[in-house]
Nanobody, 117 residues
Framework: VQLQASGGGLVQAGGSLRLSCAASGSIFNVNTMGWYRQAEGKERAFVAFIRTGGGANIADAVKGRFTISRDNTKNSAYLQMNSLKPEDTAVYYC????????????WGQGTLVTVSS
């Protein structure tokens, strides 16, 4: 099983980016998918997750600006980031709770989001 994250980049404050995360491989089912982020010199922090049925949880730091969605037919999740702030600058990691040969969490390689002021 592999997780491929994409969509990061450089954006000005107030701008938007959309991150994508796709799971591929020998997959029976994908349960929760989500995102964490890690800013330089800081610990990895929760951003958002979404369950198979669509129920989601968003971190207070980004609530009202970020939304998470998914396409179960593509084993993919998306993080729409609006009204970006310089403090959103971080490497964003997606993860997925996957039923493959066994159930476990898989992580993507990380995608860098840089918000300039």
């Amino acid at each position: 099983v592999q997780l491929q994250a994409s969509g990061g980049g450089l954006v000005q404050a107030g701008g938007s980016l959309r991150l994508s995360c796709a799971a591929s491989g020998s997959i029976f089912n994908v349960n929760t998918m989500g995102w964490y982020r890690q800013a330089e010199g800081k610990e990895r922090a929760f951003v958002a997750f979404i369950r198979t049925g669509g129920g989601a949880n968003i971190a207070d730091a980004v609530k009202g600006r970020f939304t998470i969605s998914r396409d179960n037919t593509k084993n993919s999740a998306y993080l729409q980031m609006n009204s970006l702030k310089p403090e959103d600058t971080a490497v964003y990691y997606c993860y997925a709770d996957v039923y493959s040969s066994a159930r476990r969490n898989y992580w993507g390689q990380g995608t860098l989001v840089t918000v300039s002021s």
